[in-house]
């Protein structure tokens, strides 16, 4: 069974990817995520702020992002640019949870949402990012 949190991400995911196709409002976006029956546990506070956390912080994000891709970021998929959206702003915003947490989270949603072999590419550049953003948080847990 999902935990709230990893419900909240997975919708998180699905709304960044509604917003890239469609342009849609986040309260629109949130709304209709919320409302499909299997994210009725999802934690809708933690999706809220991460939808409105990473709209706010896109510029940001892609400037980040951008160094540790092999590609322009115009040619990462939508399900990818919206998992790496995520998993950065994790990285950068949300102190608290665990950089493993994060990469686990980024590559298991990769596996239910992107391509076939997408969850290998999102592996290799949030753990790019997690080595630089959080390095002294990896090199204790590689003791």
């Excluded at 409302?35 to 546990?41: C, E, K, L, P």
């Excluded at 709209?55 to 970021?73: K, M, Q, W």
């Amino acid at each position: 069974m999902k935990s709230a949190r990893r419900l909240a991400r997975e919708g998180v995911v699905q709304g960044l990817y509604a917003w890239q196709m469609n342009g849609d409002t986040l309260t629109h976006i949130s709304q209709h995520v919320l409302a499909q029956h299997h994210m009725g546990r999802a934690d809708a506070a933690l999706l809220n702020h991460y939808l409105q956390g990473i709209y706010g912080a896109v510029d940001e994000l892609n400037t980040f992002i951008a160094p540790y891709l092999d590609r322009d970021l115009m040619n990462v998929s939508p399900v990818e640019k919206a998992i790496l959206w995520l998993a950065a702003y994790e990285l950068r915003y949300a102190l608290d949870t665990p950089f493993r947490v994060i990469i686990n989270e980024a590559v298991e949603i990769a596996k239910s949402f992107g391509a076939t072999d997408g969850h290998k590419y999102i592996n290799g550049v949030v753990d790019k990012m997690a080595l630089d953003v959080r390095s002294k948080e990896v090199k204790l847990a590689q003791r």
